[in-house]
Structures are given as C-alpha cells and as structure tokens.
C-alpha cells in the first residue's frame, strides 16, 4: 500500500524565512502528487500538483514544489514567508493515475509564521 | 465559486446517540467523499461514493455508514455515536473518482465532539 510521509509535524519561522517542507512517498511507480493547504478556519484547498512534465511546479501564493523520483519526494518551498502562510500543509500521493486509486494524504505539517 | 457545503460547523452529541452528518456540493460532481482528520494522523478516508445509491468503503468504515439518495448530497451517518468518534469531519468531492488526477473540494468541516 502507499504511504507518504511528512516529517516535519510543526514548523515555526519567521517572517521573510524560507521555507522547505518535506514530503515522501513509498509508490515505486507513476504518481500523480499533491499540495493542499488549510488555513485557520478554511476549508482545504489544492495549493499545487504535479502530473508529469516539468518536475518544479509552481502553485498559488509563491509556493513551488519539485519532484524528485530518484528520492521519492515532492517537497514544497518558498523563498520568504508571510505571516498569512501560517496553515497546516498537507502532501497527497495517487498511486495510480489514471486509473482508480484512491489518495493518500500524509499527516500534514504545522506551520506557524512569527510576525 | 465552488461550494462544498457541510450543515454543521460544531456538533455535539452524547454516546450511543444516532448522528447525521449532511453534505452537499454544487458542482455537479459524480464523486463524493467523508475523511476524518484528527491531529497525527492527517485525513483518513471512511466512504465514498462514486454515483447515486453506489458507496464504497474507505479505510476506517467501522462504525459509519452512508447514504447517497441525491446526485449533490452525501450522508454520513454514525450509527452510535462513541467517545472515539470525536473528530473533525470533512466532505470533498471531485469529477474524479479518487480524485487523483484532478483535485478535489473540500467542505469547511464538522467538529463533532461525542460525550
């Protein structure tokens, strides 16, 4: 069965810091990958996926994640963050794109920006 | 602007008691899906549904089930409610099936708390 895992179960920066959030999976084939973001009292939103192609994917809000299949990681980044990026993050994996494959999500990542 | 719409925000019931938990979306979307989100765990998956009338089950179906009677609407149903149920609920759907190769909406949630 897949599973991904997120390391990093709370992160506290400060503003203008960049970030770095890892993300790994354990399919060995094709995936299809997720960002999605939870914001205080918000719903959860696709922040960035990747399907194919270019393996640095650009998302909402200066988020970008890169692909990284020798490592089994699509880890999400930004070069400096905001005080509105406090959110809790989670990574998602299909293992089986196109086809019928539910998703898994990782069990998500805190993240609190310090004004 | 895309709606997944949860009837309640906070719910609270007392054990044994017969809980409803609605769900409806406007997108016209043939898939429908209840996770669980508890803090370490992320989202784990309890039914979803793929038509009207049609469920399958998820990886923690125990203690829940589901009805599906309307193409927009999507019931979980906890049959009695246990102190181990407290969570917080969340509805998604999506124009895919496991929603892998596109995202899906998610509702803003249902605290429910079983005492």
């Known amino acids: 069965a897949q599973s991904v895992s997120q390391h990093n179960h709370h992160v506290i920066l400060s503003e203008a810091a960049s970030l770095e959030l890892g993300c790994n999976y354990s399919?060995?084939?094709?995936?299809?990958l997720f960002w999605y973001v939870q914001y205080p009292g918000q719903h959860l939103q696709l922040l960035l996926k990747y399907f194919s192609g270019d393996p640095l994917v650009k998302g909402i809000k200066g988020f970008e994640a890169e692909f990284i299949k020798s490592k089994f990681s699509f880890n999400l980044r930004k070069p400096s963050v905001q005080w509105s990026d406090t959110a809790e993050y989670f990574c998602a994996v299909n293992a089986n794109p196109g086809g019928y494959q539910k998703v898994t999500f990782g069990t998500g990542t805190k993240l609190q920006v310090i004004p | 602007d895309v709606k997944v719409t949860q009837s309640s925000r906070y719910l609270v019931k007392r054990t044994g008691e017969k809980v409803f938990l609605e769900c409806v979306q406007d997108m016209d979307h043939e898939n429908m899906f209840w996770y669980r989100q508890d803090p370490g765990l992320g989202l784990r998956l309890i039914y979803f549904s793929y038509d009207v009338k049609m469920k399958e089950k998820g990886d923690i179906p125990e203690g829940y089930s589901v009805s599906r009677e309307k193409k927009e609407r999507f019931s979980l149903i906890l049959e009695s409610a246990s102190t181990n149920q407290t969570s917080m609920y969340l509805c998604?759907?999506?124009?895919?099936?496991?929603?892998?190769?596109?995202?899906?909406?998610f509702g803003q949630g249902t605290r429910l708390t079983v005492v």
């Open positions: 399919y060995g084939g094709t995936v299809n």
């Open positions: 998604a759907s999506s124009s895919d099936r496991a929603f892998g190769n596109t995202e899906a909406f």
